[in-house]
Each structure stands twice: as C-alpha cells, then as structure tokens.
C-alpha cells in the first residue's frame, strides 16, 4: 500500500536555526514526490516537484532532495515568516492520485 | 501561473440543505480537477477526482449521491453538498492539474479552500 510517512511532527526553531523536515515514502512506482506549504486556513501552496533519486530543487532558504526512501526539506536561515504546515505527497506511476503524509508543523520564533 | 479559485471561502448552512462551492481554474484549462475534505490538523482527503465532460470518480467510502461533482467546463468543477448534516462540517479544497514548468509532467495546484459550517 501507498504510504507516506512525515517527521517530526511539529518543530520549533528560533529564526536562523536551520533544520530538515523528513517525508518517508513507499510507493508502487514513483511518479513524483511533492512538497505543499499550507498556512492556518488556507490551500496548500506548491513549493518542490521530485521526480527521480538524487534530484535538489531550491527555492529561497528552502531546500528539497529526493532518495528512493525518502525526501528532506532542508530549511537554512529560517525566518518567522516561514511558519507553517509542510506537506509531502507521493504519487505513482499508474494515477493521478497524491498520498499526502500528515504534515510537520514548523513555527519560527524570532 | 497556474491560480486555482474557489468560491465561497465560508458558508455556513442549516441542517437538510445543499451547498453548492465552485473550484475555478483561472489562467489554465484543467481536464481533471480533484476535490479534498481536510478535517482540523489531519491531512488531506481525496474524495474524488472529476473529469471534464465525464462522470467524477469517487473514492471508497465517499457517497457520491451526497457529494455531488460535475465538471462541465475546462475551468470549473463545483461540488454540491446534499441534504447536509453537522458532520460535513469541514474545511474542502479543490485542485487542478496543470503542466509544470518544465512543460512534461502534471502537477496539481490547489484552491484556498472553503469552510463550510453546518448548523
């Protein structure tokens, strides 16, 4: 079965303190691996499409790679402003459908 | 690129009736638009997956005489909410499929979501 696996749940930083948020996958056949930020009442917002292992994408402080196993946000330098919830869903090779993990609740304090 | 726009952002409704939320694509023509439930900190739901021009495709569990999607246009799907009850209260999203930046693969962008409320 599809699955999909996000750690740690929450996560306080001060702002400047770097850190990874993980997203282990099994999946039957990856298509993508994908990285949503959703703030309080709100849709989630795309950051990162992965496609193949090794693969790096980076978009301001935030940093996404991709294993066979499993894919880190890497966030450097993080601001207040980065507070939110970060999604990782997976789909496969056969469908449209996304699995999305539960999320790690990330809040930068200043 | 790529904005997805759904409409209303909140409704609050009584117990027994329908709710109709609109899910928009505005820059682009999505053939296939997905539409999610989100209760308070879990994660997304599926519900279902619609088709322009064809019937949605529900998953296990979903009713789909209670949820009742049509996609009748390249750029908007609604889902209508039937005789509703307090346990549909929750927070829905929709989103579309779009070819990403690199032109070869789909990726899925999601609306701000609706809030709806029944009393």
């Known amino acids: 079965e599809d699955q999909v696996t996000q750690s740690p749940e929450a996560l306080r930083l001060q702002e400047g303190e770097s850190s990874s948020l993980n997203c282990s996958y099994t999946v039957s056949g990856l298509r993508g691996l994908f990285w949503y930020r959703q703030d309080p009442g709100k849709g989630p917002e795309f950051l990162f499409t992965?496609?193949?292992a090794g693969e790096e994408k980076e978009k301001e402080r935030l940093k996404a790679t991709l294993t066979k196993k499993e894919s880190f946000l890497h966030i450097t330098a993080p601001k207040p402003e980065d507070s939110a919830t970060y999604l990782c869903?997976?789909?496969?090779?056969?469908?449209?459908?996304?699995?999305f993990g539960t999320g790690t609740r990330l809040q930068v304090f200043p | 690129g790529a904005v997805v726009s759904q409409h209303p952002s909140r409704v609050i409704c009584k117990s027994g009736t329908s709710v109709k939320i609109e899910c928009r694509s505005l820059?682009?023509?999505?053939?296939?638009m997905f539409w999610y439930r989100q209760f308070p900190k879990q994660s997304l739901m599926l519900m279902a997956t619609s088709n322009e021009g064809s019937k949605a495709t529900y998953e296990q569990g979903v009713e789909k005489d209670k949820f009742l999607i049509n996609h009748a246009s390249l750029t908007l799907s609604t889902l209508t909410v039937t005789s509703a009850h307090p346990e549909d209260s929750s927070f829905y999203i929709c989103s579309a499929r779009a070819l990403g930046s690199g032109g070869q693969y789909y990726e899925q962008y999601f609306g701000p979501g609706t809030r709806l409320t029944v009393t």
């Open positions: 869903a997976v789909q496969a090779r056969d469908t449209d459908k996304l699995i």
């Open positions: 820059d682009f023509q999505a053939t296939t």
């Open positions: 992965l496609y193949s």
